[in-house]
């Protein structure tokens, strides 16, 4: 990741600072060089608020918490929070994905995916002490409604 932001930062002084020729922001190469390297690195770090996580399953105290990797601020729930959980499997190009999704109120509020954590089953294996809601199909419809919160129906 800091091998990504070292190279759009010398992307971008490559394309508006560099003494000779630079690029004007309002060209076609300009607008192209300012999405790349600054529209880019922010959506970057939206996903890396998001979706990076550590995730510490606590099943004597009925526990899961969740620890943000760049603020490091940590959220913990009890299991009663959620009304339980879903599992889906998640076709991606590189491969099949398993996702575990966390519900309260029949709205997906936290996603596991296998694609960030190496050790989905043992989290599974933790979550055992919630309510399995089942597996569901995963579609471009339930996409959309995991990513803008409309309830999710479990059949």
Do not use: C, W
Not at 9 to 20: D, E, N, P, V, W
Not at 43 to 56: A, D, G, L, P
Not at 94 to 102: P, T
Request: a positive charge.
């Amino acid at each position: 990741m800091t091998v990504l932001f070292i190279f759009l930062i010398s992307l971008f002084y490559g394309f508006f600072l560099r003494k000779q020729h630079p690029v004007p922001v309002l060209s076609e190469l300009g607008i192209a060089g300012l999405l790349l390297t600054v529209i880019l690195p922010v959506i970057i770090i939206y996903q890396m608020i998001i979706n990076y996580r550590s995730v510490i399953i606590n099943e004597d105290d009925k526990t899961i918490s969740f620890k943000a990797f760049i603020s490091g601020k940590v959220i913990t729930y009890d299991f009663s929070y959620f009304d339980g959980y879903i599992d889906t499997v998640k076709l991606t190009r590189l491969g099949n994905v398993k996702m575990l999704y966390l519900v309260k109120d029949d709205v997906v509020k936290y996603k596991l995916g296998s694609n960030f954590y190496e050790n989905i089953d043992e989290l599974q294996g933790g979550l055992k002490q919630l309510k399995y809601l089942g597996f569901i199909n995963y579609t471009f419809a339930l996409s959309l409604k995991i990513a803008f919160g409309n309830p999710i129906i479990v059949e």
